[in-house]
């Protein structure tokens, strides 16, 4: 089969090559599934999961990619809940050959079922995004009607979803970003927006919420924003600096069989849409990696087309 693979740990984006490898092996509770769309995150070279096993062992050369779209091929032993021929997406393990390839091995608590009437580029652009909104906002974040979230990154890739998700719940949204992003938030229902660059952060008073993508000094400024009994949630780094009588949360996403399904029948029903900013052929691949390739929301590798 072929895949995008990387060998060398020094070698960046250009690391990145179209190869032939065997076809993946399906161990107990996997499932072989031929990707038919993929996503991936940008920074991923640099996770030590990227270049090594559970054990920490080297695993290289190794594919990355963490979400797919695509119809399982074949069972491992012991595996339930899912079926040859179905159609699935979901978050392939962070220490595991990944989704930029035809096929891939993933554990079947993974994957959640994708209905025949959604497309594979849309749910691909889902997993690691739609999750991370969700997990921040509302298990972190503990958001709730009639309160205030700023969200970082608001025409990103999580950002994008993470105000669709506060603007159904109730909650009033103001969204940062770009200058060029500030159309796109608008669109998708922030009731303000801050250009990070041309306005002052500190001039949107205390929110209840923080949901922060961008880490650094963004983050640091965001803790004085937090009022008393609200939370500060990231994924972008630890946090250093905590809000005086608040919440400080940093995590990474958790896979949910059963929230992927919940977010695919959004999908399906135009509750929710991710914005998938370009759809690009693998073997393209590296240059998707690149930062000055980069467009708002996800970008999606197609690796087959139909289905």
Same mark, same amino acid.
């Given at each position: 089969m072929r895949a995008i693979t990387v060998q060398d740990r020094d070698a960046g984006i250009s690391g990145l090559t179209l190869n032939d490898l065997p076809h993946p092996h399906a161990a107990e509770n996997d499932v072989i599934v031929r990707v038919h769309a993929a996503g991936f995150t940008p920074g991923e070279l640099a996770w030590p999961g990227t270049w090594t096993d559970r054990a920490g062992r080297d695993r290289t050369p190794s594919v990355p990619g963490h979400e797919l779209s695509g119809v399982v091929t074949e069972l491992g032993y012991g595996t339930t809940g899912l079926t040859v021929g179905q159609r699935v997406f979901g978050l392939t393990d962070w220490t595991r050959n990944g989704s930029l390839a035809e096929y891939t091995a993933v554990e079947a608590r993974n994957l959640a079922p994708l209905p025949a009437d959604v497309d594979h580029a849309a749910a691909a652009a889902l997993p690691i995004s739609g999750l991370?909104?969700?997990? %921040?906002?509302?298990?972190? @974040?503990?958001?709730?009607?009639?309160?205030?979230?700023?969200?970082?990154?608001?025409? %990103?890739?999580? %950002?994008?979803?993470?105000?669709?998700?506060?603007?159904?719940? @109730?909650?009033?949204?103001?969204?940062? @970003?770009?200058?060029?992003?500030?159309?796109?938030?608008? @669109?998708?229902?922030?009731?303000a927006f801050l250009d990070l660059r041309a306005d002052r952060l500190e001039d949107i008073g205390e929110v209840d919420v923080v949901f922060d993508v961008i880490g650094g000094e963004i983050l640091e400024r965001s803790t004085a924003l937090v009022r008393a009994g609200g939370t500060l949630v990231t994924i972008a780094q630890p946090v250093t600096t905590h809000p005086a009588d608040a919440r400080a949360v940093f995590f990474v996403v958790e896979p949910d069989r059963v929230r992927l399904a919940d977010l695919a029948q959004r999908l399906r029903d135009g509750r929710l849409k991710p914005i998938v900013g370009a759809i690009r052929p693998l073997q393209e691949t590296a240059a998707a990696f690149a930062p000055d390739k980069r467009t708002p929301g996800k970008t999606i590798i197609q690796v087959i087309e139909g289905g």
């Open positions: 991370t909104a969700w997990q %921040g906002l509302f298990d972190h @974040g503990r958001l709730t009607t009639g309160r205030t979230v700023l969200i970082h990154g608001a025409a %990103g890739g999580v %950002g994008s979803l993470a105000v669709q998700l506060a603007r159904e719940t @109730g909650a009033r949204v103001i969204g940062t @970003g770009r200058a060029a992003d500030r159309e796109t938030a608008l @669109g998708l229902g922030v009731h």
